[in-house]
């Protein structure tokens, strides 16, 4: 079992103090009303952008390359066609196909540095997704069950979890499990539409119906509990029946046809930049953690081709959900990540590809807690090692979750069984965060 | 008039040059061995490529892959990633002009058959005609669609002259091809192979492919384009390579070359001056040359190449081939047999 404790927060006693009150508010509000209405107040809906905070990650299936995106090495015999161009931090270059995010760099911090080691692409997804090597004795959560266990509030009516996959290639490696936090905090997998399947009340079943249904179901439910003590397991009933009816109304966060049609020509018309918008609408739902993934990356054969569509399209759609949540006063609030399984050779293959890289790869963090306009790590000038700063994804996990405020050494317990949130002895890269 | 008869039959690697960058264009002087070879490191080599020990020297002046090279009496002139085109004089190998061409890359050259003009697509979905003597722009040809129907930019990888030099063909990523006037840059015809273009909704989500290769026939008539077949992991460019040719005024398809041994690309496509094959050379990890018989319909000859080929031309009495690849530069010679024609 796991021993419920909540300790999403940097620590300091007025944030503390704020997040009881926060959560307290939000909580009554939540059994009156549900969560999505709280955002038509005010108060909350402000309590809320300061307070809670969330992930968004955008998952880059297949192993995007370091060297077309954050780490480039023009002029190289390894730096393919693509320039470098300056970013909006002194001194700090990326690849050319990423002019809006050169633009935009102050809210991001790029990691140079990372060594997974591991170069398919099944073992690169589960130590990616977990932040550590699986094993076969215990079922670690990944990270958006983390996410949903330490960021979701107890009884939102919004998903806690939400993940797009909507490829099929690589699909199987994408994990999203809760492990033994317990199906309570498993994924919502949307994988062949971008909107939640058998949510929708039946068709034969009016609203009212609906409503008058749940009601009657709570009349009975109050009548029993009158005179007797809680029933942990009543309780529990009814919060899950709240969720439900939470989820079946939090089916319009999925629908983009909700967004001004100028919001969704923002976002583009690719699949991609949709999914990234509706992120957008979960997170400020109060959606604790949306995984996009983008696939499929693998560029064995044609990499500049196949870089110059995706990360064309991965520099327009990431620099316009960064605006969008900062022109909403979330970013601040939202750590958005770039990450994939690995990165890609520095070698260039005969069919002018390149294949898997563990060794020396990149990763981005943005908005939340991040320091921005910052580089971490560096890697040699053909970009075959790591020179400078190698960390691995422990290093990594801990530093995301210091960021959105959480322990990274905490303890979940597993029976009487003691399982940190990271490896035994990982340490945090400050240099990445505010 | 003397014309060999060229046997693609007997085609055999005469020489094979090794290097640690990535060849992709070549063009010879003359009817001789020597070349230019543009090159991933943003150098043009000049180098006698059947001397015993090749000393290839450097031209400096690109910022990114040479990707295009053609030559006329005493001028070299090149075209790159970078979006520029280099005049050079081949004989000093020193740049006599230098012209911001294209703000995105430049995919492939074509020069005139006179020689005074040069041809250059990039993928800012234009091509521009100049002047070999000046380097003044002659006309911009515009009608390739800037995206593909998924929303993705285009490119527009290929271009070829007609042999009377009035005409051009240009190529793209969704598989169209449109026939110009040099004179006028009126769209008289426009080829379509969606085949060649592989968008892969489901498993990827991402495209792959285009028309790779274009060229003329002798008589003008004909108008042959090569890429792939639809690519079904476009991960590795796994689809079997693609000719089609087509009656251009018609838009009737004539040949159609595909299922046959080699996977991958075809890059470039040359018509024998009297219509005895069509040498197709490529290729995906490994490369591939091969010859058709236009009137059998069937292929000649086909050979594994040692490296993926991106560029070749052909010499003067089309029985030497300079290939160039990558990380190879290689000779491949055939018997003739003189005749009078």
């Given at each position: 079992m796991v021993k419920p404790r909540r300790t999403s927060f940097c620590g300091s006693p007025e944030h503390d103090i704020n997040r009881r009150r926060f959560l307290g508010g939000a909580t009554a509000l939540a059994g009156i009303s549900g969560g999505l209405h709280a955002l038509r107040h005010p108060v909350l809906a402000d309590e809320l952008k300061k307070q809670q905070k969330r992930v968004i990650l955008l998952w880059l299936a297949g192993g995007a390359s370091q060297l077309e995106t954050w780490d480039p090495k023009p002029g190289?015999?390894?730096?393919?066609?693509f320039r470098s161009i300056q970013t909006s931090t002194a001194g700090l270059q990326i690849s050319e196909l990423m002019p809006k995010m050169a633009s935009r760099l102050q809210d991001t911090a790029i990691i140079r540095?990372?060594?997974?080691?591991?170069?398919?692409h099944g073992g690169g997804s589960i130590l990616m997704h977990l932040g550590r090597r699986d094993e076969p004795n215990l079922s670690y959560p990944d990270l958006g069950s983390v996410m949903a266990r330490e960021?979701?509030?107890?009884?939102?009516?919004?998903?806690d979890y939400v993940t797009f996959y909507t490829?099929?290639?690589?699909r199987g490696n994408a994990v999203g499990r809760p492990g033994f936090l317990g199906?309570?905090?498993?994924p919502m997998f949307l994988t062949t539409s971008n909107k939640p399947e058998d949510?929708?009340?039946?068709?034969?079943?009016?609203e009212i119906d609906h409503k008058q249904r749940g009601d009657l179901r709570q009349l009975l439910s109050d009548r029993f509990t009158?005179?007797?003590?809680?029933?942990r397991a009543l309780d529990s009933h009814n919060v899950a029946y709240r969720r439900v009816r939470g989820l079946m109304a939090s089916?319009?966060?999925?629908?983009?046809?909700?967004?001004p049609q100028k919001m969704r020509d923002r976002y583009g018309p690719t699949l991609f930049g949709q999914q990234c918008l509706i992120a957008r609408r979960l997170a400020e739902a109060g959606t604790p953690f949306v995984k996009v993934s983008r696939a499929w990356?693998?560029?064995?054969?044609?990499n500049f081709e196949t870089h110059l569509e995706l990360v064309t399209e991965l520099d327009h759609v990431m620099s316009t959900l960064l605006d969008d949540l900062k022109e909403r006063g979330l970013l601040e609030s939202t750590l958005v990540i770039t990450m994939a399984e690995f990165g890609r050779t520095p070698k260039i293959n005969g069919s002018l590809g390149r294949d898997h890289f563990a060794n020396a790869w990149s990763a981005s963090l943005s908005g939340c807690g991040v320091q921005g306009g910052s580089v971490y790590g560096k890697t040699d000038e053909d970009g075959q090692?790591?020179?400078?700063?190698e960390i691995g994804a422990a290093r990594m996990f801990a530093t995301i979750y210091k960021a959105l405020g959480?322990?990274?050494h905490k303890d979940y317990y597993v029976g009487a069984r003691p399982v940190p949130?990271?490896?035994?002895g990982t340490t945090v890269v400050d240099e990445l965060l505010a | 008039m003397m014309m060999s008869q060229v046997?693609?039959?007997?085609?055999?690697?005469?020489k094979e040059i090794s290097r640690s960058d990535i060849l992709l264009s070549v063009t010879s002087v003359?009817?001789?061995?020597r070349v230019f070879v543009g090159s991933s490191d943003a150098r043009i080599y000049e180098l006698?490529?059947?001397?015993e020990k090749p000393e290839p020297q450097a031209m400096e002046g690109h910022?990114?892959?040479?990707?295009g090279l053609v030559q006329t009496g005493e001028l070299l002139i090149s075209g790159s990633f970078d979006g520029s085109l280099i005049w050079w004089n081949?004989?000093?190998?020193?740049?006599v002009r230098s012209v911001?061409?294209?703000?995105?890359?430049?995919?492939q050259l074509a020069i005139s058959p006179d020689g005074k003009l040069v041809a250059s697509v990039a993928d800012d979905m234009v091509c521009r005609i100049w002047?070999?003597?000046?380097?003044?722009?002659v006309r911009e040809l515009k009608g390739h669609?800037?995206?593909?129907?998924?929303h993705f930019p285009s490119m527009l990888y290929a271009c070829s002259f007609s042999s009377d030099g009035e005409l051009l063909a240009t190529a793209d990523k969704t598989g169209q091809t449109v026939v110009w006037t040099v004179?006028?840059?009126?769209?008289l015809a426009q080829i379509e192979t969606p085949i060649m273009y592989t968008w892969d909704?489901?498993?990827?989500i991402h495209s792959i492919g285009g028309v790779r290769s274009v060229a003329f026939s002798a008589d003008n008539s004909l108008l042959a384009v090569g890429g792939t077949g639809t690519i079904n992991n476009i991960d590795h460019l796994e689809a079997l390579s693609r000719v089609e040719i087509f009656d251009w005024e018609s838009g009737e398809q004539t040949h159609e070359f595909a299922g046959d041994t080699y996977k991958g690309l075809v890059e470039q496509l040359v018509f024998h001056p009297e219509n005895q094959w069509l040498l197709a050379a490529g290729g995906d990890h490994n490369g591939f040359i091969k010859f058709y018989?236009?009137?059998?319909?069937?292929?000649?000859k086909q050979d594994k190449a040692p490296m993926h080929i991106h560029d070749l031309v052909v010499n003067e009495a089309y029985d030497t081939i300079y290939a160039v690849g990558h990380g190879k530069l290689v000779v491949w010679k055939m018997q003739s047999e003189a005749s009078e024609v």
């Open positions: 190289r015999p390894t730096g393919g066609p540095s990372l060594n997974t080691r591991i170069g398919d960021l979701g509030q107890a009884d939102s009516t919004v998903p490829a099929t290639e690589g199906a309570r905090y498993a949510i929708e009340r039946i068709a034969n079943l009016s009158r005179g007797r003590e809680t029933s089916d319009t966060l999925f629908d983009v046809e909700q967004e990356w693998d560029s064995h054969g044609q090692t790591v020179a400078d700063g959480i322990d990274p949130l990271t490896d035994p | 046997d693609p039959k007997t085609l055999k690697i005469e003359g009817d001789s061995s006698d490529a059947m001397a910022q990114s892959y040479v990707t081949v004989e000093t190998r020193e740049q911001k061409a294209h703000k995105k890359w430049i995919r002047k070999t003597a000046n380097g003044r722009l669609a800037e995206k593909t129907p998924h004179k006028k840059g009126k769209q909704p489901k498993q990827r018989d236009l009137n059998e319909k069937k292929i000649i």
